[in-house]
């Protein structure tokens, strides 16, 4: 069965110190890699999706990155807005996803 | 309305009651999921309902059923539901062949 590990599981930053956050994954043959952000209380949204080694994709301050065994999201001089839980996920089969725990992210001003 | 509406937003139901929650995509995607988020856990998938057809039930236990009339509509009947299934319930939708999906904001349920 494919499992998703995300690391650090809490991380907390002064504004404007970037960092990167950890998705590490088992799966026989991936087919997608997902990055969602949630805030407390509501669904995740959709930020990222990955298909093969090397791709990156950029959205404002977040940049995510796909090796063969783990993803990065890099954030860079994050803002107090960009605090929530950031979810990895993996496709496994057809129509399934397999999700981390989470890394939640808080950023100070 | 847009993207993945879900109703209601919070529920308290005893545990001898029977209720539902709703879901709606305004997407014109035409696959819907279920998803239990507990705390300290990862999202657990429930079911997944292609082209009105449910092509995924993850041993679900028979207290929850599903029913997916259209693809624009999902619910999900609850009965002699446990304490330990109080957690937030989120409804999802992709296209069959765009495995990207989106979310609502959930139903947060609590048994009492």
């Known amino acids: 069965e494919d499992q998703v590990t995300q690391s650090p599981e809490a991380l907390r930053l002064q504004e404007g110190e970037s960092s990167s956050l950890n998705c590490s994954y088992t799966?026989?043959?991936?087919?997608?890699l997902f990055w969602y952000r949630q805030d407390p209380g509501k669904g995740p949204e959709f930020l990222f999706t990955?298909?093969?080694a090397g791709e990156e994709k950029e959205k404002e301050r977040l940049k995510a990155t796909l090796t063969k065994k783990e993803s990065f999201l890099h954030i860079t001089a994050p803002k107090p807005e960009d605090s929530a839980t950031y979810l990895c996920?993996?496709?496994?089969?057809?129509?399934?996803?397999?999700f981390g725990q989470g890394t939640r992210l808080t950023i100070n001003p | 309305e847009t993207g993945v509406t879900q109703t209601p937003r919070h529920l308290v139901m005893g545990m001898t009651n029977k209720k539902s929650l709703k879901c709606e995509q305004h997407l014109g995607h035409n696959a819907m999921y279920w998803y239990k988020q507990s705390a300290k856990k990862p999202l657990e998938l429930m079911f997944v309902y292609s082209l009105e057809e449910r092509v995924e039930n993850n041993s679900v236990p028979s207290r929850f059923s599903p029913e997916c009339p259209n693809s624009s509509h999902l619910f999900l009947h609850l009965h002699t539901l446990q304490p330990e299934d109080s957690a937030l319930y989120l409804c999802a939708s992709s296209q069959t062949r765009n495995y990207e999906q989106y979310f609502g904001p959930g139903t947060r349920l609590t048994v009492t």
């Open positions: 996920a993996v496709q496994e089969g057809a129509q399934k996803l397999v």
């Open positions: 799966v026989s043959g991936l087919r997608g």
């Open positions: 990955l298909y093969s």
